[in-house]
């Protein structure tokens, strides 16, 4: 059973950086897929970024495109998304999550997987 914990959530100010970080554990991260997702209050959960973890081949949403990298270590089973140039806009809890689904996934329901979500907040 694959399990994601996330960590590196906090307060930035607009124009600062973070780095967010997800441990996979419980399975083989060679044939997963893994993704970010955000939620701010009273809004849908949105899709951020998406690597595969076997090719390393990734996606970045329109609004974080040029600003967000979504990354990974094998030797750490550890996802990253690094974020620069943060803006106020971007508060969120931001999710990591996991599928075995093997064309590029960007909706919610095509993850079965979830970590339990940090915070990011960025003053203006």
């Known amino acids: 059973q694959v399990q994601l914990v996330e960590s590196g959530g906090g307060l930035a100010q607009a124009g600062g950086s973070l780095r967010l970080s997800c441990a996979v554990s419980?399975?083989?991260?060679?044939?997963?897929?893994m993704a970010w997702f955000r939620q701010a209050p009273g809004k849908e959960r949105e899709f951020v970024a998406y690597?595969?973890?076997?090719?390393?081949?990734?996606l970045h949403a329109d609004p974080v495109k040029g600003r967000f990298t979504i990354s990974r270590d094998n030797a750490k089973n550890t996802v990253y998304l690094q974020m620069n140039s943060l803006k106020p806009e971007d508060t969120a809890v931001y999710y990591c999550?996991?599928?075995?689904?093997?064309?590029?996934?960007?909706?919610?329901?095509?993850?079965?997987?979830w970590g339990q979500g940090t915070q990011v907040t960025v003053s203006s």
């Open positions: 419980g399975g083989t991260v060679s044939n997963l897929a």
């Open positions: 690597i595969a973890w076997n090719y390393g081949r990734t």
């Open positions: 999550a996991a599928t075995r689904i093997i064309v590029v996934a960007t909706r919610p329901s095509d993850y079965n997987v």
